[in-house]
């Protein structure tokens, strides 16, 4: 049997292990370039862009990396600066980040999570890559941003709107600046009661997986509390081309309005369905059947082509807004390639933005740093007006805009209209809404 | 009933790009006996012989217009395209109508690409196994889909009808229904009608024409017909060259349809080699009765209640599952196919 005996000497060493291990956790967020994932130790500091560069968001992918390429060019101190001239912080010094000139590698998510998430872990562990950024799906984003949860490194989404990203799967190391389902619901709804009025039927089409789901349950929740009643909701495959066995049987469903929960190629092909079938020329219920977009995108209103004219939706920017940072960034923009950004390249803009900004003012790249300096963040300046970082799910609040296609535009890039600015407190809720329910945001995971 | 004869035509019109497709694949197997998976990729070269056309139609003079600005606040450029400017109205004319204009393009087009893959890639593989025939193929697919996605980019380029067909047919009145419950769009309608036409025209010319005969017993017994002194190879090259064709036209009327992109041909890849197995390998009438039947089911499968009440017995998502189904179930039935010649997948 043996007898337990601590002396003095014994004591004190204890101690001190013990003491440097509870003190270990605040060493690190306390800011040392140490003890983390792919901590940078030269004069440069790698992140990495994973955006669709093939697939079927592949011109959105690109339009993404172009907006990387041109924060990187800014950050590190060439172009005219774009919208670190405007940013309400002052901590980028346009010398990359905490003087490491900012280098970058490139992954192809082709717009699938396991490819998505291969592409980032060879970023991460290949090419040491200390953020990840990017995307251009919801499916992806959660998929890549629970890899960097559990490799150590920092995940700032670009184009995902499902609630689940910052909802059921969020995760410590992910932020998300784009605007949500929810809010494009708590937008939306409003607009279309006061145009179309509040005694209405609504038809669902919903892309089968987890963006449509959330978008159409927001949808519908924010138009039924407005007076609106839902006739059906009919799930559509993810890879349906031909949209037109979908849309028949809502010309005899009572239904006068559609609401088009698809994104992409399966909103440019279901609407443009949707329009052959006249439903637009139709009178239901004494009133003209109306089709309504949840989510916009410039890309893919161009798709669409002339069946975007008058249909409301929702998007998180748009190049025609005229604050000064919307303005400088379309400037930036539009003088390196010739037309102007898209909502998927102004956020994924704004993130690197925000990322650099971050490691800037905790003084490192350490992800628990950087994390805590975003966490709660409120800034101006980058094109949505006062914007906060919330804290408790890592989701952005600012204003949302709603759009309509436009009836006379005036070039191939004027294809939306601004119909409203809806005020941030408009679309906030609570971090346990339950359409947000059923994850938890962990802890922050700093890695190796 | 309304709703039920609305999916049926529905069906139909589905079916009839199904059969087109099939059609072709089934011509190219029938005659060379090769699996082509490239046969996707001539239909979106169609689609994108349309939009070519429409682009070159659209060449356009530049003015500015010193009254509007551009997003960088420049003068506005505003583009006038050529054939405007030459010819008034009439030019506009022809650009409304550049998509029904633009078979006179295609089908030259389609025919000489159908040839070229055919003599500069296909005829190399005509004594591998099936396995090399389909490898080949699809990596062709692969690469023509990567040259189009580099030239027109990823995003699909919408193709407008003419204005005159733009709207619906009210087809219910005619029938006795009440108005506005059975409409259908007219584009749709002259879809169906035009593949209708290009089937019925393959047949004539295979039943009605010498070279039809020719290809026809060389179909049957390729060795004799050689033997009789016919070059069969270079008659089953032409209709390679047709078969490209067919799916090149099936590709063209499609555009106003779906707005065509890079993947369009994938799309229906798969599909059609499934209405070609179903409908019997090698069999021309199998392929098109397939191809309508399994639209119609395809159709039918999408209607909330048939979705709703399989979901009820443990199958949701049938409408994704439907063609799927109903193959295994005809594999397992009757291996040939529905028309399949006796022996053919059975052994």
Redesign the interface.
Known sequence: MSKFQMNRRGLLKSGAVIGAGMAMPTILTAGTDSGYTNAPTGSTVTLGFNVPQSGAYADEGADELRAYLLAVDHLNGHGDGGMMNTFSSNALQGNGILGKEIVYVTGDTQTKSDAARASAQSMIQKDGAVMITGGSSSGVAVAVQALCQEAGVIFMAGLTHSNDTTGKDKKANGFRHFFNSYMSGAALAPVLEKAYGSDRVAYHLTADYNWGWTTQESVQAATEAKGWSTVANVLTPLTATDFSSYIAPVLNSGADILVLNHYGGNMINSLTSAVQFGLRDRLVNDKNFEIVVPLYSRLMARGAGENVKGIYGSTNWHWSLQDEGSKAFVQSFGQEYGFPPSQAAHTVYCQIMLYADACERAGTHNPCGVAEALEGFDFDGLGNGPTHYRAGDHQCFKDVLVVRGKENPTSEFDLLEIVEVTPRAQVEYPVDHPLFAGGALGVCNPGS | M??LL??FI??L??GS?YALIALGLTLIFGTLGVVNFAHGALFMLGAFCAVTFSKILSIAQITIDPT?T???GNP?KVKTPYIEVWFGDFGTALLDWSVPLSIAMAIPVMILIGITMERGLIKHFYNRPHADQILVTFGLAIVIQEII?AFF??????Q?APQAFF??MDIGVMIGFAQ??I???Y??LIYFAFSVSIIAGVFAFLRFTTFGMVVRAGMADRETVGLLGINIDRRFTIMFGVAAAVAGLAGVMYTP???P?Y??GM??LVLSFVVVVVGGMGSLPGAVLAGFLLGVL??FA???EI?NFFAGVGLP?I??IIIYLVAVIVLLVRPRGLLGKAGIMED
Do not use: C, H, V
């Not at chain 2, 980019?153 to 919408?158: D, F, H, T, Y």
């Open positions: 309304d709703a609305l999916q529905n069906g019109d589905k790009a509007k551009d997003f960088l506005l996605k980019g990823a995003n699909p380029i919408p407008a709207g619906s506005d419950t409409i259908y769009p584009w749709r349809i779906n707005p992109n993947q369009m799309d229906f395809e159709s999408s209607m909330p979705k998502a409408d994704q």
